[in-house]
């Protein structure tokens, strides 16, 4: 997931020590129920959560960024749910078993689970929504990696059948799933927002289209209900009192959307908003403000910042492994984190977050070594730098920190390479899209786990990407890196059922990705957030803050 989920796991927010700090436009839709813009108008509770950006879409099924997907969440909901100890939990099935080669699962769905409109949810809610999902017409780059392992369903996505042969509805509430192999991650795919259930009737009266121009359509079974959508403003949530895990405590809540972080604070500091994420550069003013200080929490989050190097264009110097090493050996992590990240980061040797099963914890890392990389750098046919092609290095930019670290590895390469970047930040619907099309050539990312395996960043994001009848056998790798040993090791233990085996042979892919370097790991996230002393029952796991369940508001 992109932006968006090292530290040990934890079941709660819990204070951070500040003193380890210093060392390290128009409405769209229409108000379906009016006044949920103004916190705790009449005596009602209406939390304010800050979006850092503008929701990249109101669709499940094409939902990829962890911003967008901590909004969503709150509306519609998937068969399976992640709980507090990191581990998957029953929601809309309410148990679930596996056949005894693990190829097919029987969810039993909860009963009395109703839509946003009353009507109740059965079987083929789930069948429709994946099939939906994989559908042609809404073209999700997600489905491909996430629902491709249900039988039928490469059928859907490639335009040849309209259902999934790998879905059967039992009875109302039975569904079964089989999958074309037995795959022991499976079951965190269904945690992704294009497996989430949506309202085929509600979907079908606007056209077919999920969307914010229309609020009847954003029809899910969440907590919350789409109250109003103001494009560059705010979005405005309304507690749904028929909730099948009864009516939320809070009357609403409001995400007003700031992309300035100066701005956030300013709005904090004001008692405008009730939470806030905070940015590295923000620490010093906030430690000098002994009204905010302690409002200052820390909560885990498996997520990974790391600089890709594209090899697929035809005039990429990334094509050569020397090339890539050499940039990487190039880059000093330790700075980038004391001085972009102010010490609040966890330098990254691997690719896989801590809290992951079968992370290698004795991974071998390339070391910054300025000399070796100059050396590499000649052998890959750019002698001190010379003919090297000039490249944009592209971040998003809306974090004053990506922009520091951006700008860190920038002065690092001219000084130890002799290679002229040249920086170019963007908007993050823009760097998305750009990321769709494979078409950033050297850039700063990050990755949020989906699920704890290693499959979610091995598999998913540097196995070979074939084009099939028009799918994407690996759509989330846009970097071109491919290798057959890599390859050969992930597909086997994909499917793999000894635990054993397989992440033995996950390690060793592991270390042939980071020798191989299409990725420069830098550092593992900490996500640091201000909190209202007047908010309570906040809960998380290592994916983020938990849907506000049993979040609750005191009157000022």
Request: charge should be neutral; proline fraction near 6%; charged fraction near 25%.
């Amino acid at each position: 997931m992109y932006f968006s989920r090292s530290l040990p796991r934890a079941r709660y927010f819990v204070p951070l020590c500040l003193s380890s700090l210093l060392i390290a436009g128009c409405t769209t839709g229409k108000k379906t129920d009016g006044g949920a813009g103004l916190p705790s108008a009449g005596g009602r509770s209406i939390l304010r959560m800050v979006l850092t950006t503008e929701p990249t879409t109101f669709d499940p099924a094409v939902l990829q960024d962890g911003t967008t997907i901590d909004l969503i969440q709150q509306v519609f909901e998937g068969l399976v749910i992640w709980g507090e100890d990191n581990t998957i939990q029953p929601n809309l099935a309410e148990k679930w078993e596996t056949s005894s080669d693990g190829k097919t699962w029987t969810f039993h769905l909860r009963k009395g689970v109703k839509f946003h409109n009353g009507r109740e949810f059965v079987a083929d809610d789930f069948k429709y929504s994946v099939e939906r999902a994989c559908s042609k017409a809404v073209a999700s780059t997600t489905a491909s990696s996430y629902l491709k392992d249900i039988v039928g369903a490469s059928e859907v996505l490639s335009g040849k059948a309209t259902t999934i042969s790998g879905l059967k509805v039992v009875d109302p509430y039975t569904i079964t799933v089989t999958l074309d192999a037995p795959k022991p991650y499976w079951l965190g795919n269904m945690t992704y927002p294009c497996a989430y259930v949506v309202c085929k009737e509600a979907i079908e009266k606007n056209g077919n289209k999920l969307s914010a121009e229309s609020l009847d359509s954003l029809v899910g079974t969440g907590p919350f209900k789409f109250s109003s959508i103001q494009r560059g403003t705010s979005v405005s949530l309304v507690a749904y009192d028929g909730y099948h895990g009864g009516r939320p405590k809070l009357d609403g809540i409001e995400r007003p959307i700031v992309k300035d972080a100066t701005s956030r604070i300013n709005k904090y500091e004001k008692g405008e908003v009730d939470i806030v994420e905070v940015t590295p550069r923000d620490l010093s003013r906030i430690n000098d403000n002994p009204k905010i200080k302690p409002d200052l929490k820390s909560f885990p989050l498996s997520r990974i910042w790391y600089v890709s190097m594209n090899s697929d264009p035809a005039n990429s110097p990334f094509k050569k492994r020397e090339v890539r090493q050499a940039i990487a050996m190039a880059i000093n992590k330790d700075e980038a984190i004391s001085v972009g990240m102010q010490g609040l980061a966890d330098k990254a040797d691997g690719l896989l977050p801590p809290g992951v099963p079968g992370r290698n914890e004795q991974i071998k890392p390339l070391p910054y070594d300025p000399a070796k990389a100059k050396t590499l750098l000649a052998q890959g046919g750019y002698p001190n730098g010379q003919g090297f092609p000039a490249i944009t290095f592209t971040y998003r930019n809306d974090y004053p920190h990506v922009e520091r670290t951006a700008t860190l590895i920038q002065e690092q390469l001219k000084k130890n390479l002799n290679i002229d970047v040249q920086l170019l930040p963007m908007a993050w619907e823009t760097f998305l899209g750009e990321r769709n099309k494979k078409s950033l050539l050297f850039s700063h990312h990050s990755w949020g786990m989906d699920y704890l395996d290693p499959q979610n960043v091995l598999s998913l994001l540097l196995h070979s990407d074939k084009v099939v009848n028009g799918v994407h056998s690996n759509q989330e790798n846009s970097y071109g890196y491919s290798n057959p040993e890599f390859d050969r090791l992930c597909d086997a233990a994909d499917v793999e059922l000894d635990q054993t085996k397989r992440f033995a042979m996950y390690r060793q892919a592991e270390q042939i990705a980071i020798d191989d370097a299409p990725w420069v790991p830098i550092y593992f996230q900490r996500n640091l957030m201000l909190v209202s002393p007047r908010v309570g029952g906040l809960k998380s796991s290592l994916f983020g803050i938990r849907p506000h369940f049993v979040t609750t508001l005191q009157k000022p």
